[in-house]
């Protein structure tokens, strides 16, 4: 569904991603992993056409995605910044309603089937007591949770997904990850995150692309790739691979 052939971008004189190929095949779900810096938020917005992209191309069924207009491109991608910020006061509701902007027609109201899509995905959030909330009177954590549930309410076939679980508490960062692996499982839909905790990888995600040095490190099977080996000249760190109750897991001595 999602091809990336040759990608490289830069920031002024920064290189961020240098000649990146990828085949994100549909109904995958994939972990992107590597150090600070190393352009992963970056092929993220560039996989849904947020930035220019100056060398390469990226493919969404075939097409070039700088040919979607924004209303297609949004009934296919639903992306999920890393700091979502609203100045104005709308309230959780009314944010998660807005996920269903792409297929309404100029100066349509929104109709019933509409209002339903989003108490159903505010609910699998975990949001919905939220919903009269606006942003200003929530936490990092329960913003986090309404943008999650907007992206939701878009039911796209692709979605992307900048650190989800900066700001969550332990017990909703697993919450949030079992609903997204669920909604895999069961509709097929293709989701890339970016993720920081090795374990929650090895966990939930069976696909895993690492980034080190601009450069694709590693896609493929995340229990085949995160080795001792490859951790340690991703992240820098010297970790050890053990089974732990049938499960292998990731340990710092």
């Known amino acids: 569904m999602l091809e990336i052939k040759n990608l490289s971008y830069r920031f002024g004189e920064k290189q961020v991603l240098s000649d990146i190929s990828?085949?994100?095949a549909d109904g995958s779900f994939y972990a992107v992993m590597g150090a600070n810096g190393c352009g992963?938020?970056?092929l993220l917005r560039c996989m849904d056409n947020l930035l220019e992209i100056p060398s390469g191309t990226v493919l969404l069924n075939g097409k070039d995605i700088k040919n979607y207009s924004n209303r297609q491109r949004a009934?296919?991608?639903a992306y999920v910044a890393?700091?979502?910020l609203y100045d104005v006061?709308?309230?959780a509701f009314e944010i998660v309603l807005m996920g269903r902007n792409?297929?309404?027609r100029h100066l349509q109201n929104e109709s019933q089937h509409d209002w339903d899509i989003v108490e159903q995905c505010m609910k699998m959030t975990n949001t919905w007591h939220l919903r009269l909330s606006t942003l200003q009177h929530m936490s990092g954590g329960e913003m986090q949770r309404v943008m999650i549930a907007r992206a939701l309410a878009q039911q796209t076939p692709v979605l992307l997904l900048d650190e989800p679980l900066a700001n969550l508490d332990i017990a909703h960062q697993f919450e949030?990850?079992?609903i997204l692996s669920k909604i895999n499982r069961e509709q097929g839909k293709t989701i890339v995150l970016i993720l920081h905790d090795l374990n929650m990888a090895l966990?939930?995600?069976?696909?895993l692309i690492l980034i080190e040095n601009q450069s694709i490190a590693y896609c493929g099977d995340t229990a085949e790739g995160l080795t001792e080996e490859n951790i340690s000249r991703v992240f820098g760190v010297q970790p050890k691979i053990k089974e732990i109750d049938g499960k292998k897991q990731v340990v710092f001595s």
Not at 203 to 207: E, M
């Open 102 to 104: 792409p297929y309404q």
């Open 75 to 77: 009934t296919q991608i």
């Open 82 to 84: 890393q700091r979502p």
């Open 22 to 24: 990828l085949d994100i």
């Open 40 to 42: 992963k938020t970056t």
């Open 89 to 91: 006061d709308f309230s």
């Open 176 to 178: 949030i990850l079992g």
């Open 203 to 207: 966990q939930y995600c069976p696909k």
